[in-house]
Nanobody
Framework: QVQLVESGGRLVQAGGSLKLSCAAS????????MGWFRQAPGKEREFVAT????????RYTDSVKGRFTISRDNAKNTVYLQMNSLNPEDTAVYYC?????????????????WGQGTQVTVSS
């Protein structure tokens, strides 16, 4: 079992930066892949970024490449999402998710555990 709690979401102006955190409980955190997803009003939840069990492999959706960085600290059971050059299209509820496997996958359905989400709002 893995429990996830996101934090760091808030209102920010376009061009600004935010760093989201996801604190995980459970002894298996260091062996599982983690992901960040987001859901805007009226839209389906979409993949944003993922990182494998040891942080050596990452993957991003095209719209955030070069702006967002996913990282993890297994000693702190925490995964992060650094978001730079934010624009209004990034406005969404951001969710942290964990897989039972250490390999990265971008499919929403491949993740077994989810946090409650944190709201990110980017004003123009």
């Amino acid at each position: 079992q893995v429990q996830l709690v996101e934090s760091g979401g808030r209102l920010v102006q376009a061009g600004g930066s935010l760093k989201l955190s996801c604190a995980a409980s459970g002894r298996t955190f260091s062996s599982v892949a983690m992901g960040w997803f987001r859901q805007a009003p009226g839209k389906e939840r979409e993949f944003v970024a993922t990182i494998n069990w040891n942080g050596g492999i990452t993957r991003y959706t095209d719209s955030v490449k070069g702006r967002f960085t996913i990282s993890r600290d297994n000693a702190k059971n925490t995964v992060y999402l650094q978001m730079n050059s934010l624009n209004p299209e990034d406005t969404a509820v951001y969710y942290c998710a964990a897989r039972s496997s250490g390999a990265i996958v971008t499919l929403t359905t491949a993740y077994d555990y989810w946090g409650q989400g944190t709201q990110v709002t980017v004003s123009s």
